[in-house]
């Protein structure tokens, strides 16, 4: 397995419109191409107005394929620029989990 941790930074104020438009739009399209994420938070405490995401592939070709299957999908047409006008940055992060890790 490999992990991808994908951190953004959002526009003052703009957690609750991102996860309003993630969770009643975005998340039911990307569930129909397999990508669910292992966890989703925001920041209560620290950097406020942050977004962390994890996601798990069986490897980097899975990842690939999935996300590039997202990309075609005629309705991203709508969501994604909405989602980008609330976006100030973005990180990701490929990530393989130690042997003892309990996430394989």
Do not use: C
């Amino acid at each position: 397995m490999i992990y991808e941790l994908r951190t953004y930074t959002l526009v003052l104020g703009g957690t609750r419109e991102y996860e309003e438009i993630t969770k009643n739009e975005l998340l039911p399209i990307l569930a129909e191409y397999g990508l669910k994420p292992v966890g989703y938070w925001h920041t209560e405490i620290g950097p406020l107005n942050e977004l962390v995401h994890l996601w798990a592939f069986n490897d980097l070709n899975e990842r690939q394929q999935k996300w590039a299957a997202w990309g075609r999908d005629p309705r991203r047409a709508a969501i994604v620029p909405r989602l980008r006008a609330l976006v100030v940055s973005q990180s990701n992060k490929i990530m393989s989990p130690a042997e003892f890790s309990p996430l394989q």
